[in-house]
């Protein structure tokens, strides 16, 4: 399952919150695997928290 079938599903199952749902499981995960490896990673998993939202906004038509 894709992060667009994720998306979908949260969709249905929180109507118009999903993408703000995903989002903030997308924050949540990348600050507890900064946290788990002492900010070592920091610049990848920022890269990967904007790369994933950005895919969540599209998925919401909010491209930009």
Known sequence: MGLG?????L??????QAEDKA???VKSVGDEV?????????EHVD????AATEQIDKLD???G
Request: proline residues 0%.
């Open 61 to 63: 038509g909010k491209q």
């Open 23 to 25: 989002n903030e499981v």
């Open 47 to 50: 890269k990967a928290q904007q």
């Open 34 to 42: 900064d946290e788990k490896t002492g900010g070592k990673f920091s």
């Open 5 to 9: 079938d994720k998306i979908n599903e």
């Open 11 to 16: 969709k249905e199952k929180f109507g118009g």
